[in-house]
């Protein structure tokens, strides 16, 4: 999987070009959002706008960074975040615990 990083000043986007999470990413996620905490990012943007669908490991990785980024006081964002997956965050209740944002830019 290639994780993708574009900094904007305290800004960070991650750009996960895969078409879902599976077990080995969820590590090299995480990790990438433990950097960028250490790098000074006080804003983390998810971009899935290449992902297809989303598995429960997938789902897992997206609470595990959420949480790890309100334990460090940085700020969560979900972007491209397509019909299919905005259902199932949907059905498990997750979209009334991400904000989810139309653009990786705003």
């Known amino acids: 999987m290639d994780i993708q990083t574009e900094q904007h000043q305290d800004k960070s986007i991650i750009k996960l070009d895969t078409g879902t999470i599976q077990g080995p990413e969820a590590s090299q996620i995480q990790n990438t959002v433990l950097d960028l905490i250490q790098n000074g990012s006080k804003i983390i943007v998810v971009d899935l706008s290449k992902m297809d669908y989303i598995t429960s ?28 997956i905005l259902n199932i965050l949907r059905k498990v209740k997750l979209d009334k615990i991400f904000t989810i944002k139309k653009s990786v830019y705003f």
């Open 57 to 84: 490991w997938g789902i897992g990785t997206l609470i595990h960074a959420f949480t790890t980024c309100t334990n460090r006081n940085v700020n969560y964002y979900l972007t491209g975040v397509n019909e299919k």
